[in-house]
């Protein structure tokens, strides 16, 4: 299977502050997807981003597909966006997911 | 537009009993995954179904464990016989093609094996 791994396993953000996620992975993949699991354990889709850039109001993503890597950015960060974001990864379009560990992150007010 | 849904969102058994786990899809919506995740850690695939049909059960636990997807109704995640090991969160998915899309989640069922 593929090596999907994630940076930082666990952060701390004060509230407002900003921050950048990586997704790196171990083999070419035609399906990218970014979740956002909220302290209630609800999976929440973020985008779908095998290659290029999005942006979702405060959320962006890009994915360097020859390089191999993805980074979700948060912007202005809020108490609701605390939780564990997962990077997810399809090689072959059957939406046979290989995740992350996930990046665990705690924004204080 | 109904989400995914799973029932029962938290299922307590003891060992040597079987789970069921159900699955509806969201409307329109004809291909189902089936994730598990542990504690800590990130989901793993189960299974791939399409009405009537198992098109990918590599992640399956040989034993055990089985899946459906009946012409009517919910897919169902069965589990035989569960052991302590088998506690985890299932998560439910569904898509309305089978190659690339944005994956949408059920809630999870939490099973607990006591």
């Known amino acids: 299977g593929i090596q999907v791994e994630q940076s930082p396993p666990d952060l701390i953000l004060q509230e407002g502050a900003n921050s950048t996620l990586r997704c790196n992975f171990s083999?070419?993949?035609?399906?990218l997807q970014w979740f956002h699991q909220n302290p209630w354990g609800q999976l929440i889709n973020l985008f779908y981003?095998?290659?290029g850039t999005k942006q979702n109001g405060r959320l962006s993503a890009t994915t360097v597909a020859t390089e191999r890597y993805s980074l979700l950015y948060i912007s202005s960060s809020q108490t609701t966006d605390s939780g564990v974001y997962f990077c997810?990864?399809?090689?072959?379009?059957?939406?046979?997911?290989?995740f992350g560990s996930g990046t665990k992150l705690n924004v204080k007010p | 537009n109904a989400g995914v849904m799973q029932n029962p969102r938290h299922l307590v058994r003891r060992r040597g009993q079987e789970a069921r786990l159900r699955c509806s899809p969201m409307?329109?919506?004809?291909?189902v995954y089936w994730y598990r995740q542990l504690p800590e850690e990130g989901l793993k695939f189960m299974v791939y179904?399409?009405?009537?049909?198992?098109?990918?059960e590599s992640g399956m636990p040989k034993e055990r464990f089985s899946a459906e997807f009946p012409k009517e109704g919910p897919s169902i995640l069965r589990i035989q016989q569960v052991v302590r090991g088998d506690s985890a969160a299932y998560f439910c998915?569904?898509?309305?093609?089978?190659?690339?899309?944005?994956?949408?989640f059920g809630s999870g069922t939490q099973l607990s094996v006591l």
């Open positions: 998915a569904s898509s309305p093609l089978g190659t690339a899309q944005k994956l949408f």
């Open positions: 083999d070419s993949v035609n399906n």
């Open positions: 981003i095998p290659s």
């Open positions: 997810a990864v399809d090689k072959n379009n059957f939406n046979k997911f290989y």
């Open positions: 409307k329109g919506h004809s291909h």
């Open positions: 179904l399409q009405k009537e049909n198992i098109i990918d």
